[in-house]
């Protein structure tokens, strides 16, 4: 089994989480009790991630997860941008925020993100939005890492297993946060969690991603083929994890599945909970990802500063309204 390769006590993986939630302290912490801590560091430049990286083993001497965007840059934009600038020059304005600018395309910077992360040589290195090429994961494999890709459908971990793969993230359509899709649309890859991972697993060793929140859903994905299971909204309350209070507070508030996919923040299709943000983008097309995403962070981090729920982007499953607030080890523990 894939917690055996890695030497963990069990197989309980924490979701990756960029932008803030997936917290050195939170990725130890799971390692710690047994499970596999993840660091998302798309965001961050080459020296960001070696000092996230050396600061997690700093806690942790167990194995962890390191996660990049393999693709999903836009090389330009073919939007408008007027009618999302008059959304977002009313909202800084509420906020107290300067004029919005509008971002410029840069190029992708996965090839020297991926240099830095391939020289801490972590126990795992996964990706999402796409998948390295053979070469990259060649040099992986000679450096002892194990290597996963995030697939949405069977189509896509078929073709990350023909090019090396040593395991598929089955992330189904209840996972929150960003869809890994990147082959066809993202509509035709909402395919639930369980389906996934039943027909994965006949092919691949599969991690099940997706609206996984307690015992009784580790047993089922476990009892239908899957490794392990990989969760992160049941971990964003935790102590442990860098969401703003905000946003903690409005997952332990939620009585019941408010979610939605939206594209509003970023420019890529997401999970999250609704809000004012998302409402007044309704009927307005985005600008793609990465330029609408920059163009939202002064928004997205003044909001989270100031308490504003409204404005931030609350990634979260469809299992939501069982989140509950306890330190990241005692999680893991009630998982077993």
Not at 149 to 168: K, L, N, Q, Y
Not at 257 to 284: C, H, P, W, Y
Not at 294 to 323: D, E, I, P, Y
Request: aromatic share 6%.
């Amino acid at each position: 089994m894939l917690a055996g390769k890695l030497g963990l006590e069990n197989p309980i993986f924490l979701a990756p989480m960029g932008g803030g939630p997936g917290t050195p302290e939170l990725a130890a912490a799971v390692s710690n009790a047994g499970g596999l801590g993840a660091l998302a560091v798309s965001y961050l430049t080459p020296d960001e991630i070696t000092r996230t990286i050396r600061a997690t083993r700093a806690l942790t001497s167990k194995p962890i997860n390191v996660n990049l965007f393999a693709g999903g840059y836009a090389t330009s934009v073919d939007v408008p941008p007027e009618p999302v600038m008059d959304v977002m020059r009313a909202v800084h304005r509420e906020l107290g925020l300067s004029e919005p600018v509008l971002p410029k395309l840069a190029p992708g910077p996965f090839p020297d993100q991926f240099e830095a992360v391939l020289a801490e040589r972590p126990e795992v290195f996964s990706f999402t939005f796409g998948m390295p090429g053979r070469d990259m994961i060649r040099r992986m494999h000679e450096h002892g890492i194990t290597v996963v890709g995030t697939a949405t459908t069977v189509v896509e971990a078929r073709t990350m297993m023909e090019a090396g793969m040593d395991a598929i993230a089955a992330q189904g359509a209840e996972a929150g946060a960003h869809r890994g899709t990147f082959i066809g649309s993202f509509e035709e890859a909402m395919v639930p969690t369980l389906e996934l991972v039943r027909a994965i697993a006949s092919f691949a060793t599969v991690i099940a991603s997706g609206g996984i929140m307690d015992r009784t859903d580790v047993r089922q994905m476990l009892a239908n083929g899957a490794a392990a299971v990989q969760m992160g909204t049941a971990f964003l309350p935790c102590p442990e994890s860098g969401a703003s209070e905000s946003w903690k507070q409005a997952l332990l508030s939620a009585g019941s599945d408010t979610t939605v996919i939206t594209r509003a923040f970023s420019g890529r299709a997401a999970r999250g909970l609704q809000n004012e943000f998302i409402k007044r983008m309704t009927g307005i097309e985005p600008l793609p990802f990465p330029v609408q995403n920059t163009l939202t962070r002064t928004m997205r981090s003044a909001a989270a500063k100031l308490g504003k729920a409204g404005f931030q982007s609350l990634w979260a499953g469809q299992g939501v309204a069982r989140c509950r607030a306890v330190p990241a080890a005692e999680l893991v523990r009630s998982l077993l």
